[in-house]
């Protein structure tokens, strides 16, 4: 069975520094798609970035990108530039072939000292 | 556009009742997913509905039912609760079966039970 392990379960960052969660997967798939999803205390999900596992370049959204290491199974989220808006709680999740349900990490709590 | 909305918002139910949770999703938006997230276990997959057909199915027991209707808003119904089904329920929707994860979260609904 496919799971997702997030072993930071805090993590704190200085506003305007640069902080990496990080999380492993394991899976016997070579299709799937990984992504980090962000929780703020509102509780409304948001997707922050999207990996395909068959492109090689890892994924960027503006201040947020990911380092994806396909051969070890790792997917860590680079958030740089912190802001107070950051701070929230951050999900990685897996899902195979296309999608269906989403398998979910523990989270990491993310805060930002200003 | 209007978000993926979930009533009621909170709700508080006594041991052996049944609830009735309604999702509806963002405008055009055609597959709705749900998932229960606890301290403990986390955001775990409960099932996914796509044109009125329930398509994957987390591994609950057949206390949590769901259902969709042709104008893709969706129910969920917890019969005879337990005090281990308190959580926050969250619904999802994405535009087709299998979006690749782009799922649109609702804020959820509480449920404490006891």
């Known amino acids: 069975a496919q799971t997702v392990t997030q072993s930071q379960p805090e993590m704190s960052v200085q506003e305007a520094e640069t902080v990496t969660l990080s999380c492993t997967y394991d899976?016997?798939?070579?299709?799937?798609?990984l992504f980090w999803y962000k929780q703020p205390p509102s509780r409304q999900m948001i997707l922050v970035i999207r990996?395909?596992?068959?492109?090689?370049q890892n994924a960027t959204e503006n201040r947020f990108s990911v380092n994806f290491q396909k051969a070890a199974k790792s997917f860590s989220l680079k958030i740089s530039d912190s802001q107070l808006g950051d701070a929230a709680m951050y999900f990685c999740?897996?899902?195979?072939?296309?999608?269906?349900?989403?398998?979910f990490g523990q989270g990491t709590e993310l805060s930002v000292k200003p | 556009k209007a978000g993926v909305t979930q009533t009621p918002r909170y709700l508080i139910k006594t041991r052996g009742q049944q609830v009735t949770l309604s999702c509806s999703p963002i405008?055009?938006?055609?597959?709705v997913s749900w998932y229960q997230q606890t301290p403990g276990q986390g955001l775990q997959f409960l099932f996914e509905?796509?044109?009125?057909?329930?398509?994957n199915k987390g591994n609950f027991p057949g206390r949590f039912s769901g259902r969709q209707f042709s104008n893709s808003r969706s129910e969920m119904n917890v019969s005879t609760l337990e005090l281990g089904d308190s959580a926050l329920y969250l619904c999802?929707?994405?535009?087709?079966?299998?979006?690749?994860?782009?799922?649109?979260f609702g804020e959820g609904s509480r449920l404490t039970v006891l």
């Open positions: 509905y796509f044109s009125e057909t329930q398509r």
């Open positions: 899976t016997s798939e070579s299709d799937y798609y």
């Open positions: 999802a929707s994405s535009l087709g079966y299998r979006s690749a994860g782009e799922l649109f």
């Open positions: 405008s055009g938006h055609r597959s």
């Open positions: 999740a897996y899902t195979e072939n296309q999608g269906g349900k989403l398998i």
């Open positions: 990996q395909e596992a068959y492109k090689q």
